[in-house]
């Protein structure tokens, strides 16, 4: 006996922990995106939204089957019901309501009020369905019409408007869908009739405006989601528009500067020479014609830039490849910075390494890499300092390193590094104009080789970058 109530009772927590599962699964769990989080808060808008709409509509079908039930069955019956689903209504309108007017807008504080909808129309699906079935009783075994034409009705009403949740549609189907197949099965049940009885058809005819029901509401239900899922596109496609936007926003703001500051230091140089006496003042003229000569190559970087992320975009960007061996190309990106770092009291050391490592690149868009990588070291180093250049193998990978001891990077603005038009703000770094194209190229063109580029930074103590290749890319000798 004690093992029988045993197994009974293991038996229980079986049954009982299996229905738990399903009845979570309902819910979404707490690993949800920022998307999917707005979305159910949406469904559940709507869906509170709709129903407080439909309030006075539901009120009118209550009493309406009220006054049928009391004048034709039983008045105080009627008069039950129709009190017990004005009192689920009401909950269930006090919980949407809350979701209507919430203040707190967390997912957590969403999952809870998804709960109490669910709840709140659990209860509500079963006032009707008590209602339906005592109506069901005190037809008799008959044709039923009354009730089950309620109970359709019900089952409309959920499928055109709670197709929002689909948890809340899904318990009221389960609901009415129940109690569809039960109301006739019960009379086939009782009365033991012949597969030649009407019972039979009503059970028949039930089962088919069952699946009338279930048609309409997977038909709502997906069209409610195709309505979202272009919402979001609509969203998503906004979302671009405003980064487009801000891009070009920023590339007028950008360039208009960079043009504006050497145009106007070529002009006035300009002007100033055409005023001067050249054999007087050779020392003037000569400084003159350098700070046109700077400017002029500034506007001319500016121009190369641009034209680079133009054709990067149009994936019309062209590479010639060919071995090149990384120590010689160090050598040559060192000494060709060489003369912008002297202007800065920097220094850049080159370590050479101890064989020689040949990757297959575009030599000229290799050394581009490399001098805007040692031009933005040398920009961010503070005055005196030094700058590491360098060529490894890492695990067969060829590795390019530019290490700065200069300002460092944020690391709130590690994200910012390798977009366009944009520079990180630091309010100890050098007064030092730019495009924020430079590091936008770096990246395109090391994606275009295969390779990777990432940095390392602390605040205060400079910034490694470096471009690892893969290993097919190597071809070391001895």
Same mark, same amino acid.
């Given at each position: 006996?004690?093992?029988?109530?045993?197994?009974?009772?293991?038996?229980?927590?079986?049954?009982?922990?299996?229905?738990?599962?399903?009845?979570?699964?309902?819910?979404?769990?707490?690993?949800?995106?920022?998307?999917?989080?707005?979305?159910?808060?949406?469904?559940?808008?709507?869906?509170?939204?709709?129903?407080?709409?439909?309030?006075?509509?539901?009120?009118?079908?209550?009493?309406?089957?009220?006054?049928?039930?009391?004048?034709?069955?039983?008045?105080?019956?009627?008069?039950?019901?129709?009190?017990?689903?004005?009192?689920?209504?009401?909950?269930?309108?006090?919980?949407?309501?809350?979701?209507?007017?919430?203040?707190?807008?967390?997912?957590?504080?969403?999952?809870?009020?998804?709960?109490?909808?669910?709840?709140?129309?659990?209860?509500?699906?079963?006032?009707?369905?008590?209602?339906?079935?005592?109506? =069901?009783? #005190?037809?008799?075994? %008959?044709?039923? !019409?009354?009730?089950? +034409?309620? &109970?359709?009705?019900?089952?409309? *009403?959920?499928?055109?408007?709670?197709?929002?949740?689909?948890?809340?549609?899904?318990?009221?189907?389960?609901?009415?869908?129940?109690?569809?197949?039960?109301?006739?099965?019960?009379?086939?049940?009782?009365?033991?009739?012949?597969?030649?009885?009407? =019972?039979? #058809?009503?059970?028949? %005819?039930?089962? !088919?405006?069952?699946? +009338?029901? &279930?048609?309409?509401?997977?038909? *709502?239900?997906?069209?409610?989601?195709?309505?979202?899922?272009?919402?979001?596109?609509?969203?998503?496609?906004?979302?671009?528009?405003?980064?487009?936007?801000?891009?070009?926003?920023?590339?007028?703001?950008?360039?208009?500067?960079?043009?504006?500051?050497?145009?106007?230091?070529?002009?006035?140089?300009?002007?100033?020479?055409?005023?001067?006496?050249?054999?007087?003042?050779?020392?003037?003229?000569?400084?003159?014609?350098?700070?046109?000569?700077?400017?002029?190559?500034?506007?001319?970087?500016?121009?190369?830039?641009?034209?680079?992320?133009?054709?990067?975009?149009?994936?019309?960007?062209?590479?010639?490849?060919?071995?090149?061996?990384?120590?010689?190309?160090?050598?040559?990106?060192?000494?060709?910075?060489?003369?912008?770092?002297?202007?800065?009291?920097?220094?850049?050391?080159?370590?050479?390494?101890?064989?020689?490592?040949?990757?297959?690149?575009?030599?000229?868009?290799?050394?581009?890499?490399?001098?805007?990588?040692?031009?933005?070291?040398?920009?961010?180093?503070?005055?005196?300092?030094?700058?590491?250049?360098?060529?490894?193998?890492?695990?067969?990978?060829?590795?390019?390193?530019?290490?700065?001891?200069?300002?460092?990077?944020?690391?709130?603005?590690?994200?910012?590094?390798?977009?366009?038009?944009?520079?990180?703000?630091?309010?100890?770094?050098?007064?030092?104009?730019?495009?924020?194209?430079?590091?936008?190229?770096?990246?395109?063109?090391?994606?275009?080789?295969?390779?990777?580029?990432?940095?390392?930074?602390?605040?205060?103590?400079?910034?490694?970058?470096?471009?690892?290749?893969?290993?097919?890319?190597?071809?070391?000798?001895?």
């Amino acid at each position: 006996m004690i093992d029988g109530k045993k197994g009974t009772y293991n038996w229980m927590r079986v049954w009982a922990f299996r229905w738990s599962r399903r009845f979570r699964t309902m819910f979404p769990s707490a690993r949800i995106s920022v998307e999917e989080a707005r979305r159910l808060k949406k469904q559940m808008h709507d869906f509170s939204s709709g129903g407080l709409a439909l309030f006075w509509q539901r009120q009118g079908i209550y009493a309406g089957a009220a006054i049928l039930c009391g004048f034709y069955y039983s008045i105080p019956i009627a008069v039950l019901c129709y009190l017990l689903c004005q009192a689920t209504d009401l909950f269930d309108s006090f919980i949407s309501l809350r979701v209507i007017n919430r203040k707190d807008h967390s997912f957590r504080h969403s999952i809870a009020l998804l709960k109490w909808l669910f709840f709140s129309n659990t209860l509500s699906s079963l006032a009707v369905a008590v209602f339906t079935l005592l109506i =069901a009783k #005190l037809e008799g075994p %008959t044709e039923h !019409f009354s009730s089950l +034409f309620f &109970l359709f009705a019900a089952g409309l *009403f959920a499928a055109v408007n709670n197709h929002q949740l689909p948890q809340v549609l899904a318990v009221r189907l389960v609901i009415y869908g129940g109690l569809f197949i039960f109301i006739p099965g019960a009379d086939i049940w009782n009365e033991h009739t012949s597969y030649q009885s009407t =019972a039979w #058809l009503h059970f028949a %005819t039930a089962l !088919f405006v069952l699946y +009338f029901v &279930l048609e309409c509401s997977v038909i *709502f239900l997906r069209l409610y989601q195709k309505g979202l899922d272009q919402l979001d596109e609509l969203r998503a496609e906004r979302d671009r528009a405003q980064e487009s936007y801000e891009v070009k926003s920023q590339f007028v703001s950008v360039v208009s500067h960079e043009l504006r500051t050497p145009l106007t230091s070529i002009n006035g140089s300009l002007t100033l020479l055409r005023e001067t006496d050249l054999v007087k003042n050779p020392d003037s003229a000569a400084r003159m014609l350098d700070i046109a000569h700077k400017n002029s190559q500034r506007l001319s970087k500016l121009i190369n830039d641009l034209l680079d992320i133009q054709k990067m975009e149009a994936h019309k960007m062209t590479y010639f490849f060919s071995a090149i061996d990384l120590g010689e190309l160090i050598e040559e990106a060192a000494q060709s910075v060489a003369p912008y770092a002297d202007q800065f009291e920097t220094v850049i050391r080159v370590a050479s390494p101890k064989r020689p490592i040949t990757i297959r690149a575009d030599h000229e868009r290799m050394m581009q890499v490399l001098d805007n990588l040692l031009s933005n070291a040398v920009k961010f180093s503070h005055r005196g300092s030094y700058i590491e250049l360098s060529a490894s193998l890492d695990d067969d990978h060829p590795v390019l390193t530019v290490r700065d001891f200069g300002i460092g990077i944020p690391d709130d603005a590690r994200d910012l590094v390798f977009e366009k038009f944009s520079q990180v703000d630091n309010s100890d770094r050098r007064d030092f104009d730019g495009t924020g194209l430079g590091l936008s190229i770096v990246r395109q063109i090391v994606d275009d080789h295969d390779a990777e580029i990432d940095f390392e930074s602390a605040p205060g103590e400079g910034t490694c970058f470096y471009v690892t290749f893969p290993p097919s890319h190597g071809e070391n000798t001895d």
